[in-house]
């Protein structure tokens, strides 16, 4: 079973317009980390965000936010005011403290900012 | 100073020979790890170390063998190249903690294109 799954395979947005990428995981682990990576067209992945399982708090960082809600197991990415510079694919992905050793990706949303 | 390095960026190369895709990475962690992304963009996990010690070893074809010298390297071996090889490798590192997990720190990735 996919541990991340990211539904949105691909969105267009004109530009300054705010999207949401949406991340749903699953984990029976009580300690555990959800990232999101970014993957610009030059192909390199860029790390965004960490976030652990006890910290709730949604963060935000200039025009990016996050929102983590255990409730729902949802870890969304928004972009406000988007510019043609976000245009990337975006991973989410989770690590777990104690089951298996690696990170579990989504597949990956990809988004084009359309000027 | 690049955290995570990993030589050669491109590689070309005829089916059936045997190539090596070397990784290093001067964070101190004690995790690396091998990813494959196809062309529909999939990260999928191949090899896990955790200090020189082989954690994951995923379905990958035994033609693959990942060679740790030590905690700061982990090169990949490919040995009799077939086409459906051609990919993105990307290697990783992580530190796992007692009481943290860090975010993987990514090698800029090596095109693989096998003719």
């Known amino acids: 079973a996919q541990k991340v799954t990211q539904a949105q395979t691909e969105i267009s947005v004109v530009e300054k317009e705010d999207v949401t990428l949406d991340c749903v995981y699953e984990?029976?682990?009580?300690?555990?980390?959800l990232f999101w990576y970014k993957q610009p067209p030059s192909g390199e992945l860029v790390f965004l965000i960490r976030r652990n399982s006890f910290d709730e708090q949604n963060e935000i960082s200039g025009r990016y936010s996050w929102n983590f809600q255990k409730s729902t197991s949802s870890f969304n990415f928004t972009i406000t005011a988007s510019q043609v510079v976000d245009s990337a694919v975006y991973f989410c992905?989770?690590?777990?403290?104690?089951?298996?050793?690696?990170?579990?990706f989504g597949t990956g949303t990809s988004l084009t900012v359309i000027p | 100073d690049t955290a995570v390095s990993q030589t050669p960026k491109y590689l070309v190369t005829q089916m059936g020979n045997d190539k090596s895709i070397k990784c290093e990475q001067n964070l101190g962690h004690d995790t690396m790890y091998w990813y494959k992304q196809d062309s529909k963009k999939f990260l999928k996990i191949m090899f896990s170390?955790?200090?020189?010690?082989?954690?994951i070893n995923e379905t990958v074809p035994n033609r693959f063998s990942p060679k740790s010298p030590d905690k700061a390297h982990l090169n990949l071996h490919i040995n009799s190249l077939e086409l459906g090889d051609s990919a993105v490798y990307f290697c990783?590192?992580?530190?796992?903690?007692?009481?943290?997990?860090?975010?993987?720190?990514f090698g800029q990735g090596t095109r693989l294109t096998v003719v």
């Open positions: 990783a590192s992580s530190q796992r903690g007692q009481t943290f997990n860090t975010e993987a720190f």
């Open positions: 992905a989770l690590s777990e403290e104690f089951s298996g050793n690696q990170f579990y």
């Open positions: 170390y955790n200090n020189k010690e082989l954690i």
């Open positions: 984990t029976r682990d009580t300690t555990y980390y």
